[in-house]
Structures are given as C-alpha cells and as structure tokens.
C-alpha cells in the first residue's frame, strides 16, 4: 500500500543529491470535489499541485508559495498555491467553465465573475478575463517590489542548500534532456496558450514578497520551466509527476552544491556520474508503481545499491484560507458603487470561493457597516 497525503525527504549518503516523494490522495479528492475539469485539465492541475508541494518542500520560508500558469488559450487560469506546513489548494479556470463570468447559482456572485476571486494573482503584462476584478486578498503581479537585488526572472529564496524543480508527467529539467509524455495530456500551448509561468513566494505577514515571471515556452511545461530555472536558479533537478482521479503522487530528485554536505567530500567525477545515473534509474520508474508503491518499496526498487537516508513523513493536507474578513475586504477594494449595485439586484451579496466553495452572504446591513466602517460585521452568514 503506497502512503498517502505525506511527503517523504530523502539523502543520499554519499552523494550531494537529495529527493523528495509525495502523495495526495484524501486531500486531493477534497480539492477537486467541487469541480468537473476535463481529464486534460485535471491531470495539468493535479501535476501543478504535486509540483507546489515539492517545490515548497525545498525552500525555508513561512509563507505561501504559488506556481501559477495563466494565458490567452482554453485555460486561462490554472493556479496551485502551498504553505510552508504543506497545505495545498488549487484551482483552473477555462472557457465555458460555470465560474467563468456567471452567477453561481440564484442570489449568488461567484467570486470569479462580477466579484471577485480569492487567491489567483494576475500577472504582470497579462490581461483578466472579460469580468473579472481584481482577486480577492492577492494584489496585483505588475509593480511588486522585489527584495533587494531581485530582477525579473530572479526568485531569492532563502533555501536548504538546493534549488526548485516542477513539471507534467516525466520531466527532464535540464537543457537537452528528453520529456517522456504521459498519454492523453494534451500540450501546455493548447491548454494554456500565450502568457506566462508565474512563480511567487510571500511571507505570512505580508513584509515579503518575492516573484519570478517567465513566458509560456514550448510543447510541455517542463519547457517554460527549464526557462524559470536557468533565470533563477542554477541547481540540476527532475521531476516525476502523475495524477488520476484517484489521486496525485510526485518524485523530485536535486542536485545539491558539493559543499552543502557537511565536510564529506566525493570526487567531482563521481558526483557527476552519481547524478547521471540517478536520473537514468528514475526514469525506469512507471506511474503505477508512483501511485501504488510504498515510498520505502520506490525507494528500494531505484536505489537499493545505495545508502539512503529517509527522513518521517509530513502531512499534507487541502486548505482553504479565505475567510468572511477577506472577503470583506475584497467588497471594499471592488467598491461601494458595484456592491451596492449587486445588492439592489440580488437583495444580498453572496461571494463563493472558487477554492472550497464556501458562500460569503452578505445582507443590507452588512453592506452599510462594511461601507460605513470600513469594516466587516460578525452577524454574516457563511455556507458550505
């Protein structure tokens, strides 16, 4: 039985790699229960989650860390936001899509219609969707000030000696290397279209706020990626992606700076053909032992003539982190005028996540204490 909802760190000991394993597979399901995607969609979006968890995993920081894909194709949106303690939740907009521009049902605003949404950010250069505002406790991308030295392109993370590594199904991160494609996922170009790869890191408090923005590149994800990681980070990584229904599983395999293992030294020479041979070993690894192996048996099947260390697991887990005071808030940056106008027509203004799905209702009087305090009432109601 392959663990579940938990990600496993891992060491080689003789070697400066490292890697991380992780699955999803209640906390997946809660993701997804209130969204119909395609196949296609799903299987970007669950990869994009797989991928958040174990780019978060690398980094120290306290935050949120969010990989966000947004463009002119079918897709339009496709965001996968994760906390420091590994909460993960995530969301894809396309066209014709019930959220897209529509009421969420009678009385009801959806949030990614005439209100707005909680969490997706936009991205500096790239235009919203017919409709939308701007989203709900997220500011805009375009003119975010970076931390010092920062420069587009630029993520100065602080980290545990290693670099970030996402992708679709089998991905080579590296310059030259060879992409094998899980079959039915259609290219990133005809979900996504033109726009941007958007990778941001902000802090709990808000003081931070670091961001790095790429093109849209290539056939597959891994191509726009590859951009990412030459712009920012210079760390040899790959990465092994898979998502079903069922659920969502990843490996991450990172080449870490030889100093950063503690005064043991290896020849350069084997280090490099250590690496090589890593990668080869776990390109042998099929996407039904991913999602039905245990991570000691995946880690005895590629490795077993190497020392591993594995560390205990972590949870990981969906989260939610709207809440009826950022909704509030995001009331107040849409305007007295607009909400007022809703209310006329509605009698109420519900505003619904497009992450959990939960209902923000908000009557008259709510309206008139938020605009005339300039703050939220208790007296609200919220619906699952």
Known sequence: MHDRDCLHRFVFEHYPIRGHLVHLDAAWRALIEHRDYPAAIRGLLGEAVAASLLLAATIKFEGVLSLQLQGDGPVHLLLAQCTSGLGVRALARHRGSPQEGEAGGEGATRIAGSAQSEGPQQSEG??????????????????????????????????????????PARVELQAGGSQLREPG??????????????VTLETDDGAQRYQGIVPIEGARLADSLQVYFENSEQLPTRLWLHADDAGVSGMLLQRLPAGDRGGVSTPAAAIDDAWRRVQLIGDTLTSEELMTLADVEILHRLFNEDDLRLFEPSPVYFRCRCSRERVAGMLHGLGETQTRSILAERGEVEVRCDFCNRAYVFDAVDVEQLFNAGVATDRGRSIH
Do not use: H, K, M, Y
């Open 126 to 167: 790239a235009q919203q969707s017919e409709g939308a505002q701007q989203n709900e406790g997220a500011q805009q991308n375009e003119g975010v000030t970076q931390g010092a030295g920062a420069t587009r392109g630029e993520v100065p993370f602080q980290r545990e000696g290693a670099a970030r590594g996402e992708g």
């Open 185 to 198: 996922l259609e290219d990133i170009g005809r979900l996504i279209g033109a726009g941007n790869l958007t």
